[in-house]
């Protein structure tokens, strides 16, 4: 495993009122959901950095409003366009 340190303002963890624990729990989840709505991570890879199984990191996703499913407007499109040749 590789180790990542990262350096705080002093009392930062009161600041936000979590315990170090806490914080090192919340900074690795925001981490996790912000590379997984960039496309960076996959949804396994980041529950695995977030330290959840697959199915809590989706749950969380909704909690945080981070879609599971990313559309460009191509695939949107196309995606519209098959659903109008069924509705035919």
Known sequence: MTHL???????????V?????ELESQVRLMAALKMFEL???SSG???ELAGVSRIEFLDLCGRY??????YDEDDLTR???????WNQ
């Open 39 to 41: 496309g960076k991570l």
């Open 5 to 15: 340190q990262l350096d705080l303002p002093e009392g930062f963890e009161l600041a």
């Open 45 to 47: 890879k980041a529950a």
């Open 17 to 21: 009122n979590l315990t170090t624990a």
């Open 79 to 85: 995606e519209l366009e098959v659903l109008n040749l």
């Open 65 to 70: 409003q981070v879609p599971v499913i990313q």
